[in-house]
C-alpha cells in the first residue's frame, strides 16, 4: 500500500496579488509546491491580509507536521471568515482538519467531522469526492473507539533487519508470544497486516470494509484492527496501534508474501530513524538540525530536492527498492528525455497487484539533498500518472538512492532527511 484515496487537495481562489515571485501562491498550492509556498510565506507574510495568511499557513503547518498549529488557524478561518469563504474553500479546509486529526489519533472526531461534510456540503463535493469522503468515514468510524496510539523509546535503540527477496527491510514485530519480520515501509500510510497473520495473532477486524487505493491504482477491500500492545525489537513498546486487514493475496506475489507492514504512525512517533546496511537505530531523544527539507503530504513523506538548477520535491518511501520519476518530471524535461532515451513499457508493482506504463530509461539522473550529491542509474521516467501523487510530485525515491550514503536520517520532531558518510 502506497497512498491512501483520502483528501484531495482542492485549489484556492483567493485573490492575492504579488510582483515579488514569480508564481501565485495559489498555484503553488494547487501544485503541491509547500517548500516553495513556505518560502514565500517567509518573503511576504506581512503584506498578506490576516485571511489569507491564515489560509497558506494552513496548509504549510499541515504539511510540516504541525498539525495543532494548522487546526488553530482552520478553526479561526472557519469562525472569523465564515461568511467570506466560498463552498469550495471550507470544503477544502475541512477535509484538511480531517488530515490534522487522523495524524493526531484523534479518530472520533475525524470522523464527526467527516460526517458533518457529507452532510451538510453534499452538494459541493464532486461524485468522486463524496465517494471518497464516505470511504475515509467508515475507516474512521471503525476506530472511534480506539484510544490514541502511544509509542514509547525507552532507550537508545538499535534493530538488526534482514532484507527480504523483493530486497526490502523486515524488522522483528512481537504481537502476541512470537516474533515475526514485518516490512518497514514509510510509504504505508498505515500499518497492515494480512488476514492470517490476524487471526494468528488474535486481532479483532471491524465489521465494514473500506476501499484502500494501492500505488498502482487498484482498489483493495480492507478492514481495521488495533494491537493493544505490540514491540519492536527490545526498547521500543507501542501500544492502540492501527492496522488494516488486507486479504492474503493482496501481498502475495507469486512466491513472495509480506506479513504485515510498520507504516507511517508508528514510525512517525519513533521521533528519528536512522537507517544504516544493517540495522536502524532510534535515539531515546531526536536530534535537531539547522534545516527542514521534510514535509507530509497527508500521510505521504515529501523530500526537497534539487536537479540541475530546480527545486523539486519527491515522496520517498523505504519500502521500494528503486527510484521512479513520475510524470511532472516527464512534463518538464520531456524534450531532452524524448530526444535521446526510447520508450518502453515498464511493470510498476506494489500490494494490490501490478500495472504497465510507458516509460523512459535515463543512464543517469544526478539530484542534490541535503547537501549531498546522489547519482541515479537507469532511472525510470513515466509517461502517464497512476495515482495522485504521480500528477503532483517529481519521482518517488527508494532504496537505490538511500544506499549511496552510510546512514539516512529521518527526523519527523524537526521536519528533516539527511544522510552521513
Request: no cysteine.
Given at each position: 500500500m502506497r497512498t491512501l484515496a483520502l483528501l484531495t487537495l482542492l485549489c484556492s481562489s483567493f485573490i492575492f496579488c504579488s510582483a515579488r515571485e514569480?508564481?501565485?501562491?495559489?498555484?503553488?498550492?494547487?501544485?503541491?509546491?509547500?517548500?516553495?509556498?513556505?518560502?514565500f510565506l517567509a518573503k511576504n507574510a506581512a503584506g498578506l491580509k490576516e485571511r489569507d495568511r491564515l489560509y497558506y499557513h494552513c496548509f504549510t503547518d499541515n504539511f510540516f507536521n504541525r498539525l495543532d498549529e494548522s487546526n488553530r488557524n482552520i478553526d479561526r478561518l472557519l469562525g472569523k471568515y465564515h461568511a467570506f469563504l466560498p463552498p469550495k474553500q471550507f470544503v477544502t479546509l475541512t477535509r484538511l482538519k480531517i488530515d490534522n486529526l487522523v495524524k493526531s489519533y484523534r479518530y472520533k472526531e475525524a470522523y464527526t467531522v467527516s460526517t458533518q461534510l457529507l452532510s451538510a456540503y453534499k452538494e459541493v463535493l464532486s461524485p468522486e469526492e463524496q465517494e471518497d469522503v464516505h470511504n475515509e468515514a467508515i475507516l474512521w468510524e471503525s476506530l472511534q473507539a480506539a484510544q490514541p496510539q502511544q509509542l514509547n523509546v525507552t532507550e537508545n535503540t538499535r534493530i538488526g533487519y534482514k532484507r527480504d527477496m523483493a530486497g526490502l527491510i523486515n524488522i522483528p514485530v512481537s504481537i502476541t508470544d512470537t516474533t515475526e519480520q514485518f516490512v518497514f515501509d514509510t510509504g504505508a500510510n498505515i500499518s497492515v497486516i494480512t488476514e492470517s497473520n490476524a487471526k494468528r495473532n488474535g486481532l479483532v477486524p471491524g465489521e465494514k470494509y473500506f476501499e484502500?487505493?494501492?500505488?498502482?491504482?487498484?482498489?483493495?477491500?480492507?478492514?481495521?484492527?488495533?494491537?493493544?500492545?505490540?514491540?519492536?525489537?527490545?526498547?521500543?513498546?507501542?501500544?492502540?496501534?492501527?492496522?488494516?486487514?488486507?486479504?492474503?493475496?493482496?501481498?502475495?506475489?507469486?512466491?513472495?508474501?509480506?506479513?504485515?507492514?510498520?507504516?507511517?504512525?508508528?514510525?512517525?512517533?519513533?521521533?528519528?530513524?536512522?537507517?544504516?546496511?544493517?540495522?536502524?537505530?532510534?535515539?531515546?531523544?531526536?536530534?535537531?538540525?539547522?534545516?527542514?527539507?521534510?514535509?507530509?503530504?497527508?500521510?505521504?513523506?515529501?523530500?526537497?530536492g534539487q536537479y540541475r538548477t530546480d527545486s523539486l520535491p519527491f515522496t520517498f518511501d523505504t519500502g521500494a527498492a528503486a527510484t521512479d520519476l513520475n510524470l511532472p518530471f516527464y512534463t518538464k524535461y520531456k524534450e531532452e528525455i524524448s530526444a535521446t532515451n526510447s520508450l518502453h513499457d515498464k511493470q510498476f508493482g506494489s500490494a494490490g497487484g501490478n500495472v504497465?506504463?510507458?516509460?523512459?530509461?535515463?543512464?543517469?539522473?544526478?539530484?542534490?539533498?541535503?547537501?549531498?550529491?546522489?547519482?541515479?542509474?537507469?532511472?525510470?521516467?513515466?509517461?502517464?500518472?497512476?495515482?495522485?501523487?504521480?500528477?503532483?510530485?517529481?519521482?518517488?525515491?527508494?532504496?537505490?538512492?538511500?544506499?549511496?550514503?552510510?546512514?539516512?536520517?529521518?527526523?519527523?520532531?524537526?521536519?528533516?532527511?539527511?544522510?552521513?558518510?
Open positions: 514569480t508564481e501565485h501562491p495559489d498555484s503553488l498550492l494547487a501544485k503541491r509546491q509547500f517548500f516553495a509556498l513556505r518560502n484502500v487505493v494501492a500505488a498502482t491504482g487498484i482498489k483493495v477491500k480492507a478492514r481495521t484492527a488495533v494491537v493493544k500492545e505490540m514491540k519492536i525489537g527490545d526498547h521500543i513498546l507501542v501500544k492502540h496501534a492501527v492496522f488494516m486487514i488486507f486479504p492474503d493475496s493482496a501481498l502475495t506475489f507469486g512466491p513472495y508474501k509480506i506479513q504485515g507492514i510498520i507504516g507511517f504512525p508508528v514510525i512517525e512517533q519513533m521521533g528519528e530513524i536512522r537507517i544504516s546496511a544493517t540495522h536502524l537505530e532510534v535515539p531515546r531523544e531526536p536530534v535537531p538540525a539547522s534545516f527542514a527539507n521534510f514535509g507530509l503530504d497527508k500521510l505521504m513523506p515529501v523530500l526537497n504497465k506504463i510507458s516509460s523512459y530509461k535515463l543512464p543517469e539522473v544526478v539530484l542534490r539533498i541535503a547537501g549531498k550529491t546522489f547519482r541515479l542509474k537507469d532511472a525510470p521516467v513515466k509517461t502517464a500518472s497512476v495515482t495522485e501523487n504521480d500528477l503532483y510530485y517529481y519521482g518517488n525515491l527508494g532504496q537505490d538512492l538511500m544506499r549511496q550514503f552510510r546512514e539516512m536520517v529521518i527526523n519527523f520532531r524537526h521536519m528533516y532527511v539527511d544522510f552521513k558518510d
